[in-house]
Nanobody, 117 residues
Framework: VQLQASGGGLVQAGGSLRLSCAVSGFTFDDFDMGWFRQAPGKERELVASISSGDSGSEPTYTDPVKGRFTIFRDNFADAVYLQINNLKPEDTAVYYC?????????WGQGTLVTVSS
């Protein structure tokens, strides 16, 4: 199982970014996917998840990001995305894509998002 996240960068508050996560090594359609983030000095937290393609690709969001983050997946390209709008300084973190395959949680390498005020 491999997950490769990309798309992070330095952006001003109010701006937007789209994070991408390309996956391989498992049948992407069959698995839920999640985006997590870890801010400096804080624990890693889930921000958004999306159910498997077979389950309708239903998104869920945590309260801090509702209305600003959109998770979606391309089951043909084996990729999951996180569109982040109206970025805030508190969104500064390393963002990770993740999934659980055969009982094990797998992580991408993370992509850094830095939001300047």
């Amino acid at each position: 199982v491999q997950l490769q996240a990309s798309g992070g960068g330095l952006v001003q508050a109010g701006g937007s970014l789209r994070l991408s996560c390309a996956v391989s090594g498992f049948t992407f359609d069959d698995f839920d996917m999640g985006w997590f983030r870890q801010a400096p000095g804080k624990e890693r937290e889930l921000v958004a998840s999306i159910s498997s393609g077979d389950s309708g690709s239903e998104p869920t969001y945590t309260d801090p990001v509702k209305g600003r983050f959109t998770i979606f997946r391309d089951n043909f390209a084996d990729a999951v995305y996180l569109q982040i709008n109206n970025l805030k300084p508190e969104d500064t973190a390393v963002y990770y894509c993740s999934t659980v395959v055969r009982g094990l949680r797998h992580w991408g390498q993370g992509t850094l998002v830095t939001v300047s005020s």
